[in-house]
T-cell receptor, first 112, second 109 residues
Framework: DADVTQTPRNRITKTGKRIMLECSQT?????MYWYRQDPGLGLRLIYY???????NKGEISDGYSVSRQAQAKFSLSLESAIPNQTALYFC???????????FGPGTRLTVL | EDQVTQSPEALRLQEGESSSLNCSYT??????LFWYRQDPGKGPEFLFT???AGEEKEKERLKATLTKKESFLHITAPKPEDSATYLC??????????FGKGTKLSVKP
């Protein structure tokens, strides 16, 4: 079974709709992250959380919000989706002692 | 400002033709440099972490090296299954990773 899972894997929605992307992990890591990936722009950090009570904005947080429901769960919401939020979204986790992050399989989001 | 630049953007090799990918970085105090492999439509897969100049790590046909300003990912006698995008990242001051845009490697049989 995958250590980091994301749901849904693909989503097509319309402008103005509210969307939630979910991430779950079984690695026991405290730290969780949300990134988006666009062609030519690479991976950019949206939000990150170092524990359940700690939420931090990343490079491109405008238009997004997050919720850390438990150590193992971190959700990303688009309150009112717009077409330029069409992208691949990745969740990642890491622990306190090792720096490397482990990524989920991604969610392909299309906003029409 | 922390920054990571990878070159070339794309690299085409024949099977068995060794080469290197470059990652130049600017960061105030290196707290780790990371290499990832990403296949199309999938999440990045962790390869290596390097912490100090002179450090080297190896895995199969891949070898990562680090200097004070850049890192190299050397690919020895590549095979078609090594085709992927290779991403370099540094750990930023807030604990997040700052990624380069990647090098897309294609290895032809």
């Amino acid at each position: 079974d995958a250590d980091v899972t994301q749901t849904p894997r693909n989503r097509i929605t319309k402008t103005g709709k509210r969307i939630m992307l979910e991430c779950s992990q079984t690695k026991g890591h405290d730290r969780m992250y949300w990134y988006r990936q666009d062609p030519g722009l690479g991976l950019r950090l949206i939000y990150y959380s170092f524990d359940v009570k700690d939420i931090n904005k990343g490079e491109i947080s405008d238009g997004y919000s997050v919720s850390r429901q438990a150590q193992a769960k971190f959700s990303l919401s688009l309150e009112s989706a717009i077409p330029n939020q069409t992208a691949l979204y990745f969740c990642a986790t890491s622990d306190l002692t090792r720096q490397e992050q482990f990524f989920g399989p991604g969610t392909r989001l299309t906003v029409l | 400002e922390d920054q990571v630049t990878q070159s070339p953007e794309a690299l085409r090799l024949q099977e068995g033709e060794s080469s290197s990918l470059n990652c130049s970085y600017t960061v105030s105090g290196l707290r780790g440099l990371f290499w990832y492999r990403q296949d199309p439509g999938k999440g990045p897969e962790f390869l290596f972490t390097l912490y100090s100049a002179g450090e080297e790590k190896e895995k199969e046909r891949l070898k990562a090296t680090l200097t004070k300003k850049e890192s190299f990912l050397h690919i020895t006698a590549p095979k078609p299954e090594d085709s992927a995008t290779y991403l370099c990242a540094v750990r930023g001051s807030q604990g997040n990773l700052i990624f380069g845009k990647g090098t897309k490697l294609s290895v032809k049989p």
